[in-house]
T-cell receptor
Framework: AQSVTQLGSHVSVSEGALVLLRCNYS??????LFWYVQYPNQGLQLLLK??????LVKGINGFEAEFKKSETSFHLTKPSAHMSDAAEYFC???????????????FGTGTRLLVSP | SQTIHQWPATLVQPVGSPLSLECTVE??????LYWYRQAAGRGLQLLFY??????ISSEVPQNLSASRPQDRQFILSSKKLLLSDSGFYLC???????????????FGPGTRLTVT
């Protein structure tokens, strides 16, 4: 089964600083990877996805992520943090359910981004 | 465009009471539907998924059940709630099909359930 590991349950940055949220995946087949954002008491919103095209994926709100097969990583970055970026971020990998072939998403435990003025 | 609704938004229920959470999707046909539970600091746990009317797959044994009485309606139920059922419940949908791995999931606004 596929899995993802998000290093750091909390990341704190100052407004204007670089945002780096880490995600490492474990996959026996070429993975499809996703980043989602969740604001307090809301559902998850898709930020970006990697589907084996370009390794550098650009998403909404100025975020981007780079797929690095050699490092089994899919870290999320943003050059300059805004106060509105404060939220929880989830990395996810597509996984095939044994026996049925059904595709589902496996989520990491999330990283809470804190942005200070 | 597609829209996903969940209700109620918040719910406080005593231990031992029944539960019914509803999720509906608009603007698509025969979607795959999912129920997740999110507990603080533990990420998302997939509870059930459905590829069609009356077709429910359970991911983990628990005190909950799911039903899909209509194409775009997904219901999460319990006969007797436990304290451990408290959490944030999220419904999601994805385009139909079993093998398309590129399909991301789209989430509803969630239901906050507190069992007292």
């Amino acid at each position: 089964a596929q899995s993802v590991t998000q290093l750091g349950s909390h990341v704190s940055v100052s407004e204007g600083a670089l945002v780096l949220l880490r995600c490492n995946y474990s996959s026996s087949v070429p993975p499809y990877l996703f980043w989602y954002v969740q604001y307090p008491n809301q559902g998850l919103q898709l930020l970006l996805k990697y589907t084996s095209a370009a390794t550098l994926v650009k998403g909404i709100n100025g975020f981007e992520a780079e797929f690095k097969k050699s490092e089994t990583s899919f870290h999320l970055t943003k050059p300059s943090a805004h106060m509105s970026d404060a939220a929880e971020y989830f990395c996810a990998v597509s996984d095939r359910k044994a026996g049925t072939g059904f595709q589902k998403l496996v989520f990491g435990t999330g990283t809470r981004l804190l942005v200070s003025p | 465009s597609q829209t996903i609704h969940q209700w109620p938004a918040t719910l406080v229920q005593p231990v031992g009471s029944p539960l019914s959470l509803e999720c509906t999707v608009e603007g698509t046909s025969n979607p795959n539907l999912y129920w997740y539970r999110q507990a603080a600091g533990r990420g998302l746990q997939l509870l059930f998924y459905s590829v069609g009317i009356g077709q429910i797959s359970s991911e983990v044994p628990q005190n909950l059940s799911a039903s899909r009485p209509q194409d775009r309606q997904f219901i999460l139920s319990s006969k007797k709630l436990l304290l451990s059922d408290s959490g944030f419940y999220l419904c999601a949908w994805s385009p139909p099909g079993r093998v398309a791995r590129t399909y991301e999931q789209y989430f509803g606004p969630g239901t906050r359930l507190t069992v007292t």
